[in-house]
């Protein structure tokens, strides 16, 4: 069965300082991959993706992320958070399969401290 | 473009009563579908739509009912509201064909007493 687990429910750090959000999966099949961001009272808006090529994906508000296929991850990191990136973050894989199918994380929460 | 939009905003209900929630996008996509958030559990799709007129089941579906009759609506209905339902609703949609992104509603709220 298709998994995605992200590791941290919730991660706090502080104005300025490198993060990273991780992500693992589970497929029998290949995957597409995304990050969504959710602010609060808010809908979900995607922060980058993964389609094929470069393994290492540039996002908008400065995130990236990278898909290692070995290691079945797509890590979100970001040299220096700012208060603004408080939110939720999920990751989800659409599958490769007829009607790319998506499955969702359970979400990290970023709190960013001053 | 208005995107995805979705009605009301907030609504409580109380158990037994029923009531609809719509979403409506403008961007001719498709593929809608229909989320639940309850903490810590991230999105569960709920109902899906691959085109007017094709609806079909997602991982939690009971109690709830969808119907498909043009490409711009994906009305939810629940039949007899339970507190179980209470939960954050979200639409959304993306183009059929290959691994889009989906693009979302803003939510509903819904409480059940």
């Known amino acids: 069965a298709q998994s995605v687990t992200q590791l941290d429910s919730q991660v706090p750090v502080f104005e300025e300082a490198p993060v990273e959000l991780r992500c693992n999966y589970s497929?029998?099949?290949?995957?597409?991959l995304f990050w969504y961001v959710q602010y609060p009272n808010q809908g979900l808006q995607l922060l980058l993706k993964?389609?094929?090529?470069?393994?290492l994906v540039k996002g908008i508000n400065g995130f990236e992320a990278e898909f290692n296929k070995s290691q079945t991850s797509f890590h979100l990191r970001k040299p220096s958070v700012h208060i603004s990136d408080t939110a939720e973050y999920f990751c989800?894989?659409?599958?490769?399969?007829?009607?790319?199918?998506?499955?969702f994380g359970a979400g990290t929460r970023l709190f960013v401290k001053a | 473009n208005a995107g995805v939009t979705q009605t009301p905003k907030f609504q409580v209900l109380k158990t037994g009563q029923s009531m609809t929630l719509q979403c409506a996008q403008d961007?001719?996509?498709?593929?809608m579908s229909w989320y639940r958030q309850d903490p810590g559990m991230g999105l569960r799709l709920i109902h899906y739509?691959?085109?007017?007129?094709?609806?079909d089941q997602g991982e939690v579906p009971n109690g709830y009912n969808v119907s498909r009759s043009t490409t711009e609506d994906f009305p939810l209905r629940l039949l007899s509201a339970a507190p179980s339902q209470t939960s954050v609703y979200f639409c959304?949609?993306?183009?059929?064909?290959?691994?889009?992104?989906?693009?979302f509603g803003p939510g509903t709220r819904l409480t059940v007493l």
């Open positions: 989800a894989v659409s599958l490769n399969t007829g009607g790319f199918k998506t499955i």
């Open positions: 497929s029998s099949v290949s995957v597409y």
């Open positions: 959304a949609s993306r183009p059929s064909r290959g691994p889009n992104e989906q693009f």
């Open positions: 993964y389609l094929s090529g470069s393994t």
């Open positions: 739509s691959v085109g007017a007129g094709i609806t």
């Open positions: 961007m001719n996509h498709e593929y």
